[in-house]
């Protein structure tokens, strides 16, 4: 141990010896901020969240179910991630029924026909989860299920089971099913057990018989405790990025593959039995577990401002609706689903929602009409938003509406930009908005992300990244929303169906990338206003925004360096006394690969110290591929 110590002592050494030379040889970068000359207001509502099923980021994700395929639905094989249970010399078949179901939702429903069981060795059906279920010590779970039986099969034992021991951590018994559908709930409480992901869920009975099942669910405890809620980790990890809105429910997800795909959403709000589901565009069924309310709640549980997309007759397979009487059915639905957001308890949809668990309206400023429609061929786009905007503007003026296509003969209110690039690119453009034409529509960079590394991105994304946010708050008159996509990725084999996304988990873990850090970084210092600085002699890769807080008074200084040399940095603030010491947030790597891992979470976070001997006039050392931010707190 002392060999290793001395050894450690003398490389930290050489390393400080190294870094200090290279700081001596570096040229120094001047910057100059003048805090007495704010230059425009910092939009509030700057940094926010993008979401679109894709990932398995709702099932299998944030949406904190525990039953893969509760709705039953079948293939060549069987039902998918359902399996026979027979102990012992139990007899029994699982086959779909598609006769028999609990709602005109779910019309079908698995038929269990046991020959032979007892209480010594019964027969089920057993269900593996999302890559297995994440069960914790002294933890309930609570779940529910639709049966019906006959021939008097008497009652259901649910039970968790581990994958390896094949003990059972928790179990409970169900009675009480009989000929006619109904729903059941019960509880599972773990005792001592260490955190596994691998476990499975059985439902089995003693008698012979024939059982039908119909969703089958199973929850953990979620954020804020609500039913059909969130995974915990998840939304901790979306808080801390501040986010001021949510665009829901996508992206693609919105439009479908096909029209008959689309977002529906009046067959995602009521109780769980009458949402049928639909298919994601990503080679997937959607439960729509988290439906349009869900989403509301969403919003309301992290304080974001909905940003609500309305299906605009634009399907990604080029299916599309013309203008004129042909879309009036889709311009319509989307005023029900305003005024279901929106509505009192006067109003048709308004009193549906307040039906659903939440009679208070929710504020709704924004709503952006399709998705992506620059990849519609037809060139119908410009004719079905006007048609849409004039519309909604009709009943709802103060809306504003976004467009998600330039317009050659309109000016929409916002237009969503999308990018995806190379961190190079971010470098080289990280000045795109410095020149945008003032008096055209707002921008709302809806999708955007440096695509390097997967399946979250590296310190070389972060970095991109990073450099592109210090132009989004230098011209945040202009950019006034702009939301990271993807949000979410599952790291299990199959989960993921786009690299390079924020955050990664698997049914047990989660875990944010450096550029979830950076985001966090980034909004977590964030002025009301931006401030005049100059930059001289800084070089190609060298970043910064400069913002003030009135309220707090403090000055938030953004620098990025995403060279592989150090850049010196002279600081003069000029126009405001601060404290003679900074606050200073900062995450550097060694390298642009370097990255976080579901093994490894935190290989790279953001470090707080202080810098002292600060003041007006700072002589700051930069490493190489570092993220920081500099706090100055006024007198």
């Keep these: 141990m002392i060999g290793k110590t001395f050894a450690s002592s003398a ?57 893969r395929n509760r709705n039953f639905l079948g293939d060549w094989s069987g039902f998918p991630y359902w399996y026979l249970v027979e102990n012992g010399n139990a007899a029994a078949k699982m086959d779909e029924d598609r006769t028999t179901g609990p ?8 038929r269990l026909d046991v020959q032979q069981a007892s209480r010594a060795n019964p027969a089920g059906v057993l269900n593996v989860g999302w890559w297995g279920m994440a069960l914790h010590a002294d933890t309930t779970y609570h779940g529910s299920f639709y049966a019906k039986a006959l021939d008097g099969i008497g009652p259901v034992t649910v039970s968790l089971v581990g994958n390896d021991s094949g ?47 119909s969703l089958v669910s199973l929850f953990p405890p979620t954020y804020r405790n609500t039913p059909n809620g969130t995974r915990i980790d998840l939304m901790e990890k979306l ?20 029209i008959k795909d689309r977002f529906e959403w009046k067959k995602t709000i009521g109780p769980l039995v009458d949402r049928p589901g639909h298919p994601s565009p990503w080679r997937y069924m959607s439960t729509d577990g988290m439906g349009l309310l869900e989403f509301l709640d969403w919003c309301q549980d992290l304080h974001m401002q909905p940003v609500l ?11 599309h609706v013309d203008p004129g009487p042909a879309l009036e059915p ?63 503007k009709a009943k709802y003026p103060t809306l504003q509406l976004i467009s998600t296509a330039p317009l050659k003969n309109f000016k929409p209110d916002v237009l969503d930009e999308h990018f995806y690039v190379r961190a190079t690119q971010n470098f080289q453009d990280a000045t795109h908005y410095d020149k945008t034409d003032r008096n055209g529509p707002k921008i709302f960079v809806g999708e955007w992300a440096t695509r390097e590394g997967a399946p979250t991105p590296n310190m070389g994304g972060a970095l991109g990244d990073a450099a592109w946010m210090t132009g989004l708050e230098r011209n945040s008159d202009i950019v006034i929303m702009a939301s990271y996509a993807p949000l979410f990725v599952n790291v299990d084999p199959g989960g993921m169906q786009w690299e ?75 126009g405001a006394g601060v404290d003679p010491s900074a606050k200073l947030v900062s995450m550097s790597a060694k390298d642009t690969q ?8 935190d290989f790279l976070v953001p470090g707080d110290s202080t810098v002292p001997d600060a003041g007006g006039h700072l002589h700051h050392h930069m490493p190489p591929y570092s993220i920081q931010v500099l706090v100055f707190q006024e007198k």
């Design 594 to 601: 370097a990255t976080n891992s579901i093994n490894d979470p």
């Design 500 to 574: 390079t996304d924020l955050i990664g988990y698997n049914a047990l873990h989660s875990y944010g990338s450096p550029s979830y850090y950076a985001q966090v970084m980034f909004a977590s210092y964030l002025g009301d206003h931006t401030l005049s600085a100059s930059l001289s002699g800084a070089g190609p890769k060298f970043f910064f925004s400069v913002t003030r807080s009135a309220g707090k008074k403090q000055i938030y200084l953004k620098l990025v360096n995403a060279d592989s040399t150090p850049q010196l940095v002279d600081i003069d603030l000029k």
């Design 103 to 110: 709602s005109k939702a779910r019309p079908n429903s698995l």
């Design 239 to 258: 808080a801390a990025m501040h986010p001021s809105f949510l665009r829901f429910p996508g992206g693609n997800y919105l439009e479908g593959n096909h």
């Design 330 to 392: 889709y311009v319509q639905d989307a005023l029900d689903e305003i005024q279901y957001v929106t509505g009192d308890t006067s109003t048709k949809w308004g009193a549906e929602r307040a039906k659903d668990g939440h009679p208070a309206p929710f504020k709704l400023t924004y709503v952006e009409i399709g998705n992506e429609d620059f990849f519609d061929r037809s060139g119908s786009y410009e004719g079905r938003y006007q048609q849409f905007y004039k519309a909604i």
């Design 167 to 213: 003990k059972t951590l928790a179990t409970t018994t169900v009675s009480g099913v009989g000929a006619a559908w109904q729903q059941f709930h019960f509880t599972l409480k773990t005792g001592a057990i260490a955190a596994s992901s691998d476990n499975h869920l059985v439902l089995a009975v003693g008698h012979p018989g024939t059982l039908w099942l």
């Design 309 to 319: 997309a309305v299906y605009a007759g634009y399907s990604l397979e080029q299916e």
């Design 11 to 67: 490389a930290s050494a050489a390393l400080a010896l190294t870094t200090t030379l290279a700081f001596a040889q570096a040229p120094a970068a001047h910057l100059t901020i003048q805090a007495n000359q704010p230059t425009h207001a910092v939009s509030p509502t700057l940094y926010g969240l993008m979401t679109e099923e894709i990932n398995y980021s709702y099932d299998g994700g944030l949406y904190a179910e525990m039953v």
